[in-house]
C-alpha cells in the first residue's frame, strides 16, 4: 500500500433536517426470496473499458445506483453516448471520445471514475485526470496506477491536482504490484490490451470484479490470460471491438442480505449467485453457526443455527474475508455469543460504524486499528448517522435486529452501492421506510415496538 497519512476518525456529518432517512422497526423476522443486482464495481470498470474502443458495446444487468448515475455523467463530459435502453441494460457508444480530461468535480465524487484514465490514455494518447480524492474509508492513493503506466511507457506528472498521462504508443511491460491493487490491476491491464506486446501484471488483484473485467474485455477482443490468478498476462492488439455483456451479481449485495438473515435469524434465499465468490463469507457466517446451503443453480439459502456465535475475522484481498462486508459483518458479531476481534487491514479508516452501532446498544471498541466486538443480548433502536456505503448497510442490518425505532440519515452512501434495498427488504417482511424530507428523524418517536409478536425474531 502506498504511505497512508494516518486520517483522523472522521465523525458523520450531523444529519440536517431535511435530508431523508429510512426508519425501521426492529425485531422481526424476515422470509422469502430476494433478488440479487448486478456488481456495482464490475459495472463501474466495464464502464470506463468500453472507452478502449471505437463501437459502440451494451451492458446488461448494470444495477441502478448513484454512482451508475455518476460515471454515465463522467463519460458524458468526454464525448462518449451512454444511453439507458431498459430497465438495467446501458448502450454506450464510445465512437466520439474526443476530449481527455474529466471534469475535477465528477471525479471528486466517484473513486472509480479514475479508472478512465487508462482507457482514455491507450485510445487517444493522452488524458488528463483529476486525482480522485480520499473519501471516508482511506487516502485512497494511485501510485499503483502511475506506477503501472509507467512500466507500460507512459509519461505520468501529478501538479496541481491533475494526473496527466501521455504516450505516443504504449508497449508491453512487467509490472509487480506491491499490493494487490484492484484498481490499479484494472488500470493496467485496460491499458496494456492496446499496448505493444506482452504485459504481465504479478501480484495481480483476484477479486472476480477483475476477472469479469477481462472477460469483457476478451469479448471484445483482447488477448488476456490468468485473470483472478495472482499473474495476468496480457498481449497487445490493434483494436478492440464493440460487444455487448451481462453484469455478473453482486457479491457485496449478496452477502449484506446473508448477514441480515443471519442477524434476524431468518430463512432466506438470495440469488443469483456465484458461490466460489463468496467462499470466505459463506466459510465465516457458518463458523458462526449459521446453515448455508446451495438450493439450485445460483441459489443460496441461509437458515439460522442454534446460535449466533462470535468470531475473528481479518480482510484481506481476494479470496480472503472482502473488506466490503467487515461492517455488515460487525453488526451480526454485535449480537453473537462471545467477544470477536474485527481486523480491517485493506483500508486505514474503515472503522467509523462503530460509534453508530454503540449508539443502538453495541458494546464495541476500538483499539489500534481492531474493533473488539463484545456480544450483547440485544439492540435497541436509535436515530444514527451513515458515514459511507458500507457502514450504511450494516446499520440497516442491525436496525432490523434491534428493538424499537432505529432512523438513519447519510441515505447518499447507501444509494451509492444498493439498488432499491428497501423495497428488497419491504418484500421480505421488513418494517422498514424511507421518509422524505420534512419530519426530523429526532422527532420521529421512538416508539418501543408493541412487543415483538410470535412472527418476530427472538433476541439473538
Ligand atoms: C475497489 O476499490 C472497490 N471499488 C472497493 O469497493 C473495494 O473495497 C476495494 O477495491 C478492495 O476490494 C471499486 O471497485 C469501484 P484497492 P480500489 O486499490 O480499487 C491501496 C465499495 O464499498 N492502494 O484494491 O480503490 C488503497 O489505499 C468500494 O464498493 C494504494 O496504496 O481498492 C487500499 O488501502 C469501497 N495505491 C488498498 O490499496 C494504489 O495505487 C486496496 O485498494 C491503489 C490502492
Redesign the pocket.
Known amino acids: ?4 497519512p494516518s486520517l483522523p476518525q472522521s465523525s458523520p456529518a450531523p444529519a440536517r433536517l431535511t435530508d431523508p432517512y429510512l426508519q425501521i422497526e426492529g425485531g422481526y423476522r424476515l422470509s422469502g426470496e430476494v433478488t440479487i443486482s448486478g456488481a ?3 459495472s ?2 466495464l464502464m470506463a473499458a468500453s472507452l478502449l474502443t471505437m463501437e459502440p458495446c451494451r451492458l446488461h444487468n448494470v444495477p441502478k445506483l448513484a ?1 451508475i448515475r455518476m460515471m454515465s455523467a463522467i463519460l458524458e463530459s468526454l464525448g462518449v453516448r451512454v444511453k439507458p435502453v431498459a430497465d438495467n441494460t446501458l448502450d454506450i457508444d464510445p465512437r466520439f471520445l474526443s476530449v481527455h480530461r474529466a471534469p475535477y468535480e465528477l471525479v471528486n465524487s466517484l ?2 471514475s ?2 478512465i484514465l487508462g482507457p482514455i490514455l491507450a485510445r487517444l494518447g493522452m488524458a488528463r485526470i483529476p486525482l480522485p480524492g480520499g ?1 471516508a ?11 503501472g503506466l509507467q512500466a507500460l511507457g507512459a509519461q505520468v506528472r501529478i501538479e496541481h491536482g491533475i494526473v496527466e498521462a501521455r504516450a505516443r504508443k504504449l508497449r508491453g511491460g512487467r509490472i509487480y504490484l ?9 488500470t493496467i491491464m485496460m491499458a496494456a490490451t492496446l499496448a505493444e506486446g506482452e504485459t504481465v501484471i504479478e501480484n495481480a ?1 483476484q ?1 472476480p ?1 477483475v476477472v469479469d473485467l477481462a472477460n469483457f474485455c476478451r469479448s471484445m477482443g483482447a488477448h488476456i490470460r490468468g485473470a483472478g490468478s495472482k499473474t495476468i498476462v496480457i498481449s497487445g492488439v490493434l483494436r478492440l471491438h464493440g460487444s455487448e455483456y451481462h453484469v455478473i451479481p453482486d457479491r ?1 449485495e449478496t452477502g449484506t442480505f446473508m448477514a441480515a438473515a443471519a442477524i434476524t435469524r431468518s430463512t432466506l434465499r438470495i440469488g443469483p449467485v456465484f458461490p466460489e465468490h463468496l467462499a470466505a463469507v459463506i466459510a465465516k457466517l457458518r463458523e458462526m453457526g449459521s446453515v448455508v446451503n446451495l438450493v439450485g443453480p445460483g441459489t443460496l439459502e441461509v437458515s439460522p443455527g442454534r446460535v449466533m456465535a462470535a468470531t475473528d475475522i481479518e480482510t484481506l ?2 479470496p480472503g474475508f ?3 462486508m467487515q461492517a455488515q459483518f460487525m453488526s451480526v458479531l454485535a449480537v453473537s455469543e462471545g467477544t470477536s476481534i474485527i481486523s480491517e487491514t ?3 479508516n474503515r472503522l467509523m460504524h462503530v460509534p453508530e452501532l454503540n449508539r443502538l446498544g453495541a458494546d464495541i471498541r476500538v483499539r489500534s486499528g481492531h474493533a473488539i466486538v463484545r456480544g450483547v443480548l440485544k439492540l435497541s433502536g436509535a436515530p444514527v448517522v451513515a458515514t ?3 457502514a450504511s448497510a450494516a446499520l440497516v442490518i442491525a436496525g432490523l435486529a434491534a428493538h424499537g425505532t432505529t432512523t438513519i440519515a447519510g441515505l447518499h452512501h447507501l444509494d ?2 444498493y439498488e432499491s434495498i428497501e423495497r428488497k427488504l419491504q418484500a421480505l417482511g421488513a418494517r422498514i421506510e424511507r421518509h422524505l424530507p420534512g419530519a426530523a428523524p429526532s422527532e420521529v418517536s421512538n416508539a418501543v415496538a408493541a412487543g415483538p409478536d410470535a412472527a418476530t425474531v427472538a433476541p439473538a
Open positions: 500500500m502506498g504511505i497512508e456495482k464495481n464490475s463501474l470498470a454512482d473513486r472509480a479514475f479508472f473519501c474509508i482511506g487516502a485512497r492513493p494511485v501510485d499503483l496506477h502511475v506506477r506491491d499490493y494487490p491493487s484492484v484498481g490499479a490491476t484494472e488483484a477479486e470484479e457485496i484481498p481476494f472482502p473488506t466490503d485493506v483500508f486505514e459511507d456505503l458500507r451509492r452501492g
